[in-house]
């Protein structure tokens, strides 16, 4: 793993979050975007190498949704970058952790993303990065 990516939190409102995180970092989030398939809209600020990304859901059934009505808003997951997706989770599966996404997936930010279950994880969600190369 090569840094971490982003911190994604979960919020119930992406324009008022968007509003307050504005003005802790002072500066508006440099993407915002719908990802229909894990029914989110996602807002993303840089912070130094890293970024923050606000997750607000666009389902009551989606795993966000879930997740606030569950734990209420605030941080969800840590992603970290990594060189080769594939290779890194089949690495991570030989150690023994708890592959939720056997396959990467496009997610936001121009990213192939997989997940790792927190119950492998100390109860904390890890999300895997890569970047989408050409």
Do not use: W
């Not at 504005?22 to 719908?34: R, T, V």
């Not at 030989?94 to 121009?110: L, Q, R, S």
């Amino acid at each position: 793993m090569n840094k971490i990516e982003h911190i994604g939190i979960a919020v119930k409102n992406i324009q008022e979050s968007n509003k307050l995180f504005s003005a802790l970092f002072n500066k508006k989030p440099y993407k915002q975007e719908e990802v229909k398939s894990e029914h989110v809209i996602t807002s993303f600020f840089e912070t130094g190498e890293s970024k923050i990304e606000l997750l607000q859901a666009t389902d009551p059934e989606s795993a966000i949704a879930k997740f606030i009505e569950k734990k209420g808003e605030g941080i969800h997951h840590i992603a970290f970058d990594v060189t080769n997706i594939k290779e890194e989770l089949e690495r991570l599966e030989k150690e023994g952790f708890t592959i939720i996404t056997k396959e990467p997936k496009k997610g936001a930010d121009n990213k192939l993303v997989a997940f790792l279950h927190p119950k492998s994880t100390n109860g904390v969600l890890i999300e895997l990065c890569q970047e989408i190369r050409g």
